[in-house]
C-alpha cells in the first residue's frame, strides 16, 4: 500500500465519516469537545505523541475543545497515513471518554475552511501586493494561491477574469463545509434574506448572494473527482 497515494475524495470521506471526521478543503478535519483547556491540552498532547502526528498534523487547542486536521504535506492533500492516525487519535479521544465530532446540529457550527476570491484579470501584477500585505506565501501546490504560514488565517486565490466586471464584488468567501451539512448551512442562508445565484456545478458549490450582491461560495468536495474510466 502506498502511504502516499493520493485518495480520491470519494474514499476519503467514506474512511473517515463514520470516526467524526470530514473531508474538507483537502484535509480530514474535526474537533473534540473537552469543556475545559487543561482537558483540552491533554487531548492535544496526547494525539500530537502518535506516531506520524508531527508534519502531519494541525491543532488549535481553545478553552473548551480541540480542533484537528491531518494531511500529507508531500502531496498536499489526505493519504493513507492521514487515515491511520485519523484512527488513532479518535482512539485517544474515547480513552478520555470523548468524541472526535463534525460538528453541526443544535446551534453548533460544522468543522469549515475559508477562503478569499479574488477577481483578477493579471493575477501575477496583484499577487506581491497580498503576499506583501498579509506577510503569506505561495501554495506549494503550484495553483497560485497564497496561504498563511502560521495556518491562522484564509487562503486566497484568484479567479481568471476575462474582461472587468466593475458592476458587482470582486472578491468572495468560499466556505467550504463537510458535504453533509452543505444544504442546512444554504438554507440558513437564504431563511437570512441570501439568494441562490449559481448551482449548476452543485453539489461543489452553490453561488448565494445577500440583498446587496456580495456573493459568497458554499463547497464541498462532492462533485470533483473525474468519473472513473
Known amino acids: 500500500m502506498d502511504e502516499f497515494r493520493k485518495l480520491s475524495r470519494q474514499e476519503a470521506s467514506e474512511a473517515v465519516t463514520d470516526l467524526g471526521w470530514r473531508l474538507v478543503l483537502g484535509e480530514f478535519r474535526t474537533e473534540v469537545l473537552t469543556g475545559s483547556l487543561p482537558l483540552a491540552a491533554d487531548v492535544a498532547a496526547r494525539a500530537a505523541a502518535e506516531p506520524g502526528a508531527d508534519g502531519h498534523l494541525r491543532m488549535d487547542v481553545r478553552a473548551d475543545r480541540v480542533i484537528l486536521a491531518l494531511q500529507t504535506p ?39 475552511a475559508l477562503e478569499i476570491g479574488i477577481d483578477a484579470m493579471d493575477a501575477a501584477a496583484i499577487r506581491p501586493f497580498w503576499l506583501a500585505a498579509l506577510e503569506y506565501i505561495e501554495e506549494r501546490d503550484g495553483s497560485g494561491a497564497l496561504v498563511d504560514p502560521l495556518g491562522e488565517g484564509p487562503a486566497i486565490w ?37 439568494k441562490v445565484t449559481y448551482d449548476a456545478e ?26 472513473e474510466e
Open 158 to 194: 484568484f479567479q481568471q477574469m476575462d474582461a472587468p466586471r466593475p458592476q458587482r464584488n470582486r472578491i468572495h468567501l468560499d466556505i467550504s463545509v463537510p458535504h453533509d451539512e452543505a444544504e442546512a448551512r444554504i438554507r440558513a442562508t437564504l431563511a437570512a434574506g441570501g
Open 74 to 112: 508531500a502531496v498536499a492533500w489526505v493519504t493513507e497515513q492521514d487515515i491511520a492516525l485519523a484512527r488513532r487519535i479518535t482512539a485517544v479521544a474515547e480513552e478520555f471518554r470523548l468524541t472526535t465530532t463534525a460538528g453541526g446540529g443544535f446551534g453548533r457550527r460544522s468543522v469549515q
Open 202 to 227: 452543485a453539489p461543489a458549490f452553490w453561488v448565494l448572494a445577500d440583498a446587496e450582491g456580495n456573493e459568497a461560495c458554499i463547497t464541498t468536495w462532492q462533485g470533483r473527482d473525474a468519473p
